[in-house]
């Protein structure tokens, strides 16, 4: 199983990226799919899924609710992470991560994705 992060990147305070993340080896459309993070000294935390079967999103992280949005396309084996109104303590390397269906992806995972950087500078 190969999870391949991108669209990583510097963007100013305020702005907009959209995270990929590209699964292979797997059956995508079985697993809960989604997104973790890990600022500088700081340990990683569960920023949201998008379950394997209807769609839904889920976050934890209550500054992320209503700035960004997880997605999932199973015919192209990608989930996305769109991330709006970027803020400097958004700052981190984030990771995409797989779960299995019966469990939740906060608490289970499976396989990680390499991480990707994102950087809001102020």
């Known amino acids: 199983v190969q999870l391949q992060a991108s669209g990583g990147g510097l963007v100013q305070a305020g702005g907009s990226l959209r995270l990929s993340c590209a699964a292979s080896?797997?059956?995508?459309?079985?697993?809960?799919m989604g997104w973790f993070r890990q600022a500088p000294g700081k340990e990683r935390e569960f920023v949201g899924a998008v379950t394997w079967s209807s769609g839904n999103t889920c976050y934890v992280d209550s500054s992320a609710k209503g700035r960004f949005t997880i997605s999932r396309d199973n015919a192209k084996n990608t989930v996305y992470l769109q991330m709006n109104s970027l803020k400097p303590e958004d700052t981190a390397v984030y990771y995409c991560a797989v779960g299995p269906s019966g469990r939740s992806l906060a608490a289970v995972q499976l396989y990680w994705g390499q991480g990707t950087q994102v950087t809001v500078s102020s």
């Open positions: 080896g797997l059956t995508f459309s079985y697993y809960h």
